[in-house]
């Protein structure tokens, strides 16, 4: 079986080239972003496809789905009318004509969400008839209504590198592929132009959006620890509201932490655990933050007998609350500083993994004085 998958993995990296070729000639020619849906699961994720027994890791098969891909897609998701709206928001995200298709996309996303789940992951190989369409394999599928579910195919989003190593589908090939699906529910977007329309529209989404994203690395190669570094990072998305803002909705800058194995958004714990300061001995109420100037320190061991490594992550903050006596505009805090604290543990035994991995709901929160 292990030659099987040897034989099939370079026939499949051959497949790529062919697509990396066709991506070049389009390029001498000032042709459209991708050539076909194969290729264009290629240039925006780097992966030829790679059937589901290969795949090292990701979620199930059908369904919701845990690994870093899927909390890739989900994170983009939820986030995604804060992303619409950065890019309207501004002129050089995309044409005129683009911007009603986003617009639409927005004004119907309320119902979009009523779909659970919106987005489905699943196998390729073991879902040819979805995902085969017109003898190539597909990144993504879906119908041409509002509420159509979004299916995923898992055996090109997890792909290999030339060397042979595993890499997955970023935020930003999610931003390009949910836009470009989110699209087909807007109009009937069936012809080859039609798809070249909506390759480059979700491209241009996803070029102005990584501008607006900050990503920190926790850990670099020019460590000499004891062991692999860990391969943390933090992105953070940030709104289009400003500290001058009197009424913030809830988070203005979304978390999205990756261990190199998994993604967690942090949102939620976040905000389960931020509290406002006390003022004239009373406890106010969150109405929302905005981080910036957000930096890793050095990570310690948890103990001197233990592997387990602390992170701090620090995060200036705008904080925004509500008191219940004499605050009819809000209290508006500057001067605060956000401390996560997250724990990494050494890869579990027989989990394949070589580097460090987040132990999920680790993360404490501190409130201090800048």
């Known amino acids: 079986m292990k030659r099987v998958n040897n034989f099939f993995v370079e026939v499949l990296k051959g497949l790529s080239i062919v697509c990396s070729m066709k991506l070049f000639l389009a390029a001498l020619l000032s042709l459209s972003y991708v050539i076909d849906d194969f290729c264009f699961a290629h240039s925006i994720g780097g992966q030829p496809f790679i059937p589901s027994f290969v795949r090292p890791f990701g979620g199930d098969l059908a369904g919701n789905g845990g690994g870093i891909v899927e909390q890739n897609f989900q994170f983009v998701h939820v986030n995604l009318p804060r992303i619409l709206t950065i890019c309207l928001n501004s002129t050089q995200c995309v044409s005129n004509e683009e911007a009603k298709v986003l617009s639409k996309i927005l004004q119907s996303f309320p119902n979009e969400l009523k779909t659970k789940p919106g987005l489905v992951f699943e196998s390729g190989a073991a879902n040819p008839t979805r995902f085969i369409v017109h003898g190539q394999p597909r990144v993504a599928v879906t119908g041409d209504r509002v509420g159509d579910p979004i299916y995923l195919n898992l055996d090109i989003l997890y792909g290999l590198t030339s060397a042979g190593k595993v890499e997955v589908a970023g935020v930003g090939t999610a931003i390009a592929i949910l836009i470009h699906e989110l699209a087909h529910h807007q109009g009937k977007y069936q012809s080859q132009e039609d798809e070249r ?63 190199g194995h998994q993604s967690f958004p942090l949102d939620a714990e976040i905000s389960q655990q931020l509290h406002c300061p006390l003022k004239s001995g009373h406890s106010g109420k969150v109405l929302g933050y905005r981080f910036h100037g957000m930096r890793w320190d050095q990570w310690k061991y948890a103990t001197s007998t233990s592997f387990r490594r602390i992170y701090l992550f620090h995060a200036p903050a705008f904080l925004q609350c509500l008191y219940p006596k004499d605050d009819l505009q809000g209290t508006i805090y500057t001067n605060l ?34």
């Open 197 to 259: 329309f909506l390759d480059l529209l979700g491209a241009k989404v996803r070029a102005y959006l990584a501008s607006e994203m900050e990503i920190m690395k926790a850990d670099s190669w020019g460590e000499i620890p004891e062991h692999t570094p860990a391969r943390i990072e933090m992105l953070a998305l940030h709104s289009e509201a400003t500290a001058l803002d009197r009424f913030y909705d809830g988070p203005q800058t979304s978390l999205l932490l990756s261990d």
């Open 337 to 370: 500083e956000v401390v996560l604290t997250l724990a990494f543990d050494e890869p579990r035994s027989g989990s394949g993994y070589s580097n460090y991995e987040y132990v999920q709901e680790s993360l404490r929160l501190a409130l201090v004085p800048q």
